[in-house]
C-alpha cells in the first residue's frame, strides 16, 4: 500500500510533463504498472483471475 501523501503528489500536475509518476489506479503502487489498464501487476492478476477485465483470459495449453 503507498503512502496517502505520495499518492496525492503524484495527482499533482507536474511542473515539467516527464516528471509524471504512474500509479495504481486501486492501490496507488508505483512499480509493476501496466499502462494498457493502468493498475499495477497485483491488482491486474487480482482482477483479471476473477475475471472482471474484458478481454484478459488466463492462458492454458
Known amino acids: 500500500m503507498a503512502r496517502k ?7 499533482k500536475k507536474p511542473k515539467y510533463k516527464v516528471r509524471k509518476v504512474n500509479r495504481c489506479r486501486i492501490c ?12 499495477c501487476r497485483i491488482c ?10 474484458p478481454g484478459v483470459t488466463k492462458s492454458s495449453w
Open 5 to 11: 501523501a505520495m499518492i496525492v503528489k503524484a495527482q
Open 44 to 53: 491486474f492478476r487480482n482482477l483479471a483471475s476473477e475475471g472482471l477485465i
Open 28 to 39: 496507488g503502487r508505483s512499480k509493476g504498472y501496466m499502462r494498457k489498464f493502468q493498475m
